[in-house]
């Protein structure tokens, strides 16, 4: 087969652009279109278990609406992620913000109370109220529990918050549980930490794999959505080795191969492992995934819905 060029038109949708790339079928061009569809069958097959693992700055980085709309729409059985993330989702919950366009240096930006994530700002004033807020919801849990895990922490949270455009509410609403094996490593862990130095709540990290194994288990096919490297893509294919590995993964990510670190490694290496079934679909796309998640899941919607 010979490599088609791009053709570009004025009236053209994401879907289209995107199997515009298909027909070239090369290098990134031909990895996304590979993704989009592969993506669009998952998130449409009843029979398949979809795991969307997010690491990085996502939330911060403008992919909230998109993650929560695919859990609130139901294609997303299993969030995992990092601690970070769920707590600038509750930042915006509280209704504190993420901002832009600083020329400050970091010095300056320090003596005004704000933090810097690449291009991204957070401010203080907005964590002070995430801390008064999040120790409230605390106060709440532990009167009813002195021991949970993760999961049910991250659930009853969700249920006691009023957000409905946030991650941790809709998730909760509509019985998809977020796994954070890495919470404590967040600002949302560090209030917990503090949190227990005066009142009585233990987390079960542990007892997160009693339920993640019965979803595993329990699921005709899985497929992990992997946006980063790092704890949570370890963590969405190592809990399906139960199994003999995932039956379909996509990934989007920036980091490299050569160090040898799981955020860059090929999703073919996940079956010497047994945590991708040999024959499985794989598919990784390089990039920055702000830019190429957005892409792939406009064009998945649209091939669904020209299905329908």
Request: net charge negative; hydrophobic share 40%.
């Amino acid at each position: 087969m010979k490599v088609e060029h791009i053709r570009i038109g004025p009236e053209m949708t994401i879907i289209q652009l995107i199997e515009e790339m298909g027909r070239s079928g090369v290098l990134g061009a031909g990895r996304l279109y590979k993704a989009t569809k592969l993506l669009s069958e998952v998130i449409n097959d009843p029979e398949t278990t979809v795991f969307l693992s997010v690491a990085g700055p996502m939330v911060p980085g403008g992919l909230k609406k998109v993650i929560r709309d695919l859990i609130d729409k139901g294609y997303v059985d299993v969030l995992i992620t990092s601690g970070a993330n769920l707590t600038h989702d509750l930042v915006e919950a509280f209704g504190g913000a993420h901002y832009r366009e600083h020329e400050e240096n970091d010095e300056e930006l320090c003596q005004m109370g704000m933090g810097r994530i690449a291009d991204i700002y957070t401010k203080s004033e907005d964590f002070e109220v995430f801390e008064t807020k999040i120790n409230l919801i605390m106060t709440e849990i532990a009167e009813k529990n002195k021991q949970l895990n993760i999961r049910d922490f991250l659930t009853q949270i969700g249920h006691l918050i009023n957000d409905d455009e946030s991650i941790i509410r809709t998730a909760a609403k509509k019985g998809v549980p977020i796994y954070a094996p890495g919470l404590i490593d967040s600002m949302l862990g560090l209030q917990l930490w503090m949190f227990t130095q005066e009142n009585q709540l233990t987390l079960d990290a542990a007892g997160d794999m009693h339920e993640l194994s019965d979803i595993v288990y329990g699921s005709g096919k899985v497929a992990t959505v992997i946006l980063g490297g790092g704890l949570p893509k370890h963590y969405a294919l190592a809990s399906n080795i139960l199994t003999g590995g995932v039956d379909a993964a996509i990934q989007v990510t920036l980091d490299r191969s050569e160090a040898g670190s799981l955020g860059g490694a090929p999703l073919e290496e996940a079956k010497s492992w047994a945590k991708a079934k040999c024959g499985s679909r794989l598919v990784t796309v390089i990039g920055d995934a702000t830019i190429i998640f957005p892409l792939m899941v406009s064009g998945a919607m649209e091939l669904i819905h020209k299905q329908d």
